[in-house]
């Protein structure tokens, strides 16, 4: 795909020097401590390319680097191939677990380029990357022992050879999850100089050029009066040793330089992220938008090598002649990210769905989860199907929508609901078949059912609110195809969501299997993380995830002013304890804004919800106080999990002044946008823009707006127009016209 973009946006363009501009505002470091869990990491890669890289250490804050990866496998499911420089005369194995003291102001973490000072051997590193290979460059001081160790990242299986005093050829085994096959990914490389290769056995160092073992560990020691800088060059491959041989020599084997890689690279990231041009705003906000851009371009990773790749899905080796796209977490994406790419990048959007598609045709199950060694059993719901309504419905045609129905209908009828678990269909599926909700347990209740995670529990509340959207997904396509039956069965099965809702208490809340309310505190109740009955989140937030019928939660809540009562409450309601008590159960809902939690998915499109009642002006004001607040450039810059692209998305979108709240209606709500215009460059050459005139942080309120040019009263438009290269004029002003987008 990044030929296509470079045919559509070549280099010596007009687009070319702005596109060079934009790259001033990466900052990979934003984000880089976590408020309470994962922080962001900077990843060295090409877009949606599966070589991967970022040192390995706690967060931005850890002042040493325990290894540098040869291939980030997973978006924090793993790793292989552990490389660390070493200046050791004497290695001892002491030496495979030193961490190394860096400089942390003298780091460059751009995608297309690292480097980092390592303070106490005095060793410069740095590194570039293509789509399968890498190049590391190591700058030692002059007259020292010059080592490069290597070791593994698990006690599988694994192989150093080393050949003709300057290639080595590797193996190690990724695994990750049981019930799963292990897989060996393959290693092809060269140094620039000759070297002695071995391992260390019972604390004895010995000389070998072929090591075996489970975790074995192995060196390269160079001539203490050789040239001070070491290259290694290497590729990947998850089908075979020669093909790895093949990646090297496609990439690297017409002797191109680190720096022509690097620069290479750095062209790619340019053309892709000025393919949205913005201007004014401040330049925190461009680095916010920019870095969050370049998050967005990390998942899904195309693993197809010289048009075969390996899957995980049935353990084959399979010849294809499109892309094959692994990584990703839909729970995380579907929201936003998916969305975005639908925008940017149609035909690669198409790509990984059909991706997707295949993985059900060789596994029988729709996946999740997508990841190298199959589907990652992770979060709740099935909102793959969401994603393939979104995309159909967005008018991308290039994906077989009859296979992927065939999934979809499946996984809702046949494979288990609950969170964390693949497979078949429990006892507790068969009741919310036949009853039309998840069953919960009452308070201290001992759990009946075996298949029931022991942490993540039923999770009843937000799986019942989950499957109805995917249900509604379900029935829509369905609808779009032609199948009539269909349609009318998961129509209903969509509406499951108002049988856990408590018209006395204002909550979903949980029942017991005989359909009796289980009397809990929707704000604190549920066990960690609330999993007894919601996910990650408590009932304020799971007060809202019926984004695919808003018209009908607005009637529950007693219509369009009492739903705009309880927005206004969700974002001033109390904790009623210690923000320490509370993230103590809650780590995931960090970002707070009352009751409102601006850092976990589920909260993405809860501030566009005011554009559903008669004052749109709100969502104007809460987002941008949103932005200020929770995004900043700085390494506390993301206010939870980032999740690969998941929330950069919510980023993307927002700056820009838009938002798809309900993906499977191809519409977009209207935010406030921090950028006075914003240009996206499309398909066929199209451009879609938004001028946002008098825009400041001052004047965040829209007073009119149109579309091409026609008066726009509503505070919606649609992907056609976007994609058809509208033009969206937002005239700003200091207070909230209240008038504007009431319908």
Known sequence: ?????????????????????????????????????????????????????????????????????????????????????????????????????????????????????????????????????????????EGTSKNLLFSAYNNEQNWWHFQNDNVIEAMQTYFVERGHKPIPVYLYGKFNQSFHSGTIKNKRIILSANINGDSANAFCRFDDQSNDTIEFRYAVSYISEDQAKKNYEDELGANISFDQVATKAKNIWATTLGQIQVEGGTDAEKRSFYTALYRCKERMVDITEDGRYYSGYDNQVHTDSRPFYVDDWVWDTYLALHPLRMILDPAQEEDMLQSYVRMYEQSGWMPTFPVLFGDHACMNAFHSSVMFLDAYRKGLKNVDYEKAYEGMKKNAMQATMLPWRNGRKTSLDDFYYKNGYFPALDKGA??????????????????????????????????????????KYFSKRGQNYKNVWDADRQFFMPKDEKGNWINIDPKFDGGMGGRNYYDENNGWTYL????????????????????????????????????????????????????????????????????????????????????????????????????????????????????????????????????????????????????????????????????????????????????????????????????????
């Open 1 to 141: 795909m990044l030929l296509i973009f470079c045919s559509l946006f070549p280099l010596g363009s007009v687009f070319s020097q702005a596109n060079q501009e934009v790259l001033k505002y990466l900052h990979p470091e934003i984000g880089g401590v976590g408020r309470l869990l994962e922080p962001t990491r900077p990843t060295m890669q090409l877009p949606n390319q599966m070589m991967r890289m970022t040192p390995i250490r706690k967060d931005y804050l850890d002042d040493q680097i325990s290894s540098f990866p040869l291939l980030i496998v997973s978006h924090r499911l793993g790793q292989v191939f552990s490389l660390l420089p070493n200046t050791d005369k004497q290695l001892t194995s002491a030496s495979w677990n030193k961490k190394v003291a860096y400089d942390q102001g003298a780091e460059e973490r751009v995608p297309w380029h690292y480097y980092t000072y390592l303070l106490d051997d005095d060793i410069a590193v740095e590194y570039t990357e293509g789509r399968k290979v890498g190049i590391f460059r190591f700058t030692f001081p």
């Open 446 to 487: 001992k759990e009946t059912v075996s298949q029931v995670h022991p942490f993540e529990k039923r999770q009843a509340v937000a799986v019942t609110l989950g499957g109805s959207y995917d249900d509604w997904a379900v029935g829509q396509l369905a609808k779009d195809l032609n199948k009539g039956n269909d349609y």
């Open 544 to 743: 809202w995830q019926v984004q695919e019928d808003i018209p009908g939660l607005m009637n529950l809540m007693g219509g369009k002013k009492g739903f705009e009562n309880r927005l206004d409450q969700l974002f001033r309601e109390g904790l009623d304890r210690s923000k320490y008590e509370f993230w103590a159960k809650f780590p995931d809902a960090t970002g707070l804004v009352g009751e409102f939690s601006m850092g976990n998915e589920p909260s993405f499109f809860i501030p566009y919800l005011y554009n559903y009642t008669n004052a749109p002006w709100k969502t104007q004001a809460r987002v941008r106080l949103l932005l200020k607040t929770w995004f900043g450039d700085d390494i506390f810059g993301i206010p939870g999990d980032e999740d690969g692209g998941g929330m950069s998305a919510f980023i993307v979108f927002s700056s820009m002044g838009f938002y798809p709240v309900t993906p499977g209606r191809p519409i977009y709500a209207i935010g406030s946008p921090v950028f006075s215009k914003v240009t996206i460059q499309l398909a066929k050459g199209k451009v879609f823009t938004m001028i946002a005139h008098n825009c400041s942080a001052v004047n965040k309120y829209i007073q009119s707006a149109t579309m091409n040019g026609i008066a726009l009263n509503t505070p919606f438009f649609t992907h056609e127009e976007l994609m058809n290269g509208g033009t969206l004029e937002l005239q700003m002003g200091s207070k909230p016209n209240k008038q504007w987008g009431v319908n």
